[in-house]
């Protein structure tokens, strides 16, 4: 996204603090608005009661900080985000935020609310010294459908508010399984008041993928089947850009693995094959008394406690199949856990994006504001964001891969599919776009390019596409023109010529087209699994 589209944004939050100067309720909003412009994308992680938010949060972390008992902290929506000291500030509806002590009970945050009841916190703010953090804020969510009508509502109220944008940018969905109740919470994430950002900016994740398979060290391979069919899934389909597979807990616990945990799975996976099965072969029997092995029934329980059936099944097979020491043993446990997946998924599609879902949300709160606030100079500020949101290509994308998810295009199946991948549906690289290898030379990236263009123009301006189709055409040919823009900066030369011209910019493109009649695009005008081990014992 060119920087300018922020810098235009934040130029329209000045002026409209100059309009409410006298308001300072409006100002704390447009201050929030200026800050969420410059900061990390804001990642919010949701599901269910249970769905395992608070462990994933820490996996992606790599550090176990995230409380994940059912204390009264977990019924508080809880921001992480970067700060060189440690830091933890509660947020009250009512009075000055205050501080809270900092205290590790076994790794994790202790957040002592003080005698403060859950109901009375809006917000509690955690700055930590965590790389993670540094290139995005993760925010943990109470469990939605909570036998806690209060509790739930917390989640609704904060990432689905009635009468205002999100406050998340993006987010992750956690379920154990696709239940009516994820279908109704993601659609009113994409439909929220704010929403009128027609934004798919939602992953699904099946947060226990390992359950799926009973425990079974293949049981990520069946998770696997299962997130496709999810993915092919109408309902579903149309609210989240993905379903990836993940066994939580196996990814917190590879990430802090301890010597001593490897050493116990270490002799767990020196025990004669007809022993060791026998005792993996539930988690019962795992810490039941035996004689099979020298190690404790605490230590088994911990075992079982940390990395559940399936990660000690797993770890001592991957000590047999060569893991030799705690950092390899942690590496191939994450590899194995579905988490690089998630996380490749997130730098694909949000991360790389974070500019332009952040101008959404940001343009959609100060358009409310102004409307619902109207001042003496407002239509300057509306001008200007109808004019962000006509010049700003990387917008209309994110809106028409929003109704292509929902409603489709209209086009044949094969170009659907195809425009879908133009506008940026696998991800906004070029060679996503152009299906291409991530190893392709410049030049083939230009041959694609002009093949696709030529496709595309004939498409739009066939004399009996309709006015829908023509929209859509044109915005993936727009896209195509910026595939080949970069292509043009990479290679020094102009091979590829650009309808308008390579340095025609969006503004003036934007003004052409009002000028012929031709609005910008709206929503009425468009009708690597994680391998298992090779050769790999079948633990049942």
């Known amino acids: 996204m060119r920087a300018s589209i922020r810098d235009d944004a934040s130029a329209l939050i000045r002026a409209a603090r100059d309009l409410y100067a006298d308001d300072p309720e409006a100002g704390d909003l447009l201050t929030d608005l200026d800050r969420r412009l410059s900061e990390p994308i804001r990642l919010a992680l949701a599901g269910m009661v249970k769905a395992g938010k608070s462990t994933l949060l820490n ?157 079974r060290i293949d049981s990520l391979l069946s998770a696997g089947k299962v997130a496709r069919r999810y993915e092919k899934d109408g309902d579903l389909a149309s609210l989240s850009l993905g379903v990836v597979p993940v066994a939580g807990l196996l990814a917190e616990s590879a990430r802090t693995l301890r010597e001593d945990e490897f050493a116990a799975f270490r002799d767990l996976a020196s025990l004669e094959r007809k022993s060791r099965e026998a005792l993996m072969v539930s988690a019962d029997r795992f810490v039941r008394p035996t004689e099979a092995t020298t190690l404790s029934e605490d230590v088994r329980r911990e075992l079982l406690n940390r990395f559940g059936i399936f990660g000690v099944r797993l770890a001592s097979a991957l000590i047999r199949g060569g893991a030799s020491d705690s950092s390899q043993l942690s590496e191939q446990l994450v590899q194995q856990s579905g988490l690089n997946e998630l996380q490749q998924f997130i730098q694909l599609q949000f991360r790389t994006r974070a500019g332009a879902l952040k101008v959404r949300g940001v343009l959609d709160a100060l358009q409310k504001l102004m409307r619902e606030k109207p001042r003496d100079g407002a239509d300057a500020v509306l001008g200007g964001i109808e004019r962000i949101y006509a010049s700003a290509h990387t917008l209309r994308e994110l809106s028409l891969l929003s109704r292509a998810r929902s409603s489709g295009l209209p086009l044949s199946r094969l170009d659907a599919e195809e425009a879908e991948r133009i506008i940026g549906g696998t991800g906004p690289s070029a060679t996503a776009r152009l299906a291409l290898p991530e190893t392709a030379t410049t030049a083939e990236s230009r041959e694609r390019v002009e093949e696709l263009l030529a496709r595309w123009r004939t498409l739009s301006e066939s004399p009996l596409a309709e006015r829908a189709t023509v929209e859509v055409a044109r915005s993936v040919i727009r896209s195509l023109e910026e595939v080949a823009s970069e292509l043009v900066s990479v290679a020094g030369a102009p091979d590829v010529v650009l309808a308008g011209g390579p340095l025609e910019s969006a503004v003036e493109r934007a003004e052409q087209e009002r000028e012929q009649g031709e609005g910008p695009l709206r929503e009425e005008h468009l009708p690597q699994d994680g391998g298992v081990l090779a050769g790999g014992e079948d633990l049942r």
């Open 59 to 215: 996996a992606m972390l790599g550090e176990r900080l995230a409380p994940t008992d059912a204390g009264e902290c977990t019924r508080v929506v809880t921001w992480y985000r970067y700060s060189a000291t440690p830091m933890i500030t509660m947020h009250p509806f009512e009075g000055e935020p205050r501080r809270m002590p900092i205290r590790r009970d076994a790794g994790r945050l202790v957040l002592d609310l003080g005698g403060v009841p859950p109901e009375d916190v809006a917000w509690i703010d955690v700055g930590w010294p965590s790389t993670g953090l540094r290139s995005l804020i993760l925010i943990d969510t109470p469990g939605i459908a909570s036998l806690s009508r209060d509790v739930s509502a917390r989640s609704t109220d904060f990432l689905v508010p009635d009468t205002e944008p999100s406050s998340a940018d993006a987010i992750v969905y956690l379920m154990r399984h696709l239940h009516a109740s994820d279908l109704k919470f993601l659609e009113s994430f994409r439909d929220t008041a704010a929403g009128a950002s027609q934004t798919v900016n939602a992953v699904a994740v099946l947060s226990r993928a390992d359950e799926i398979g009973s425990g």
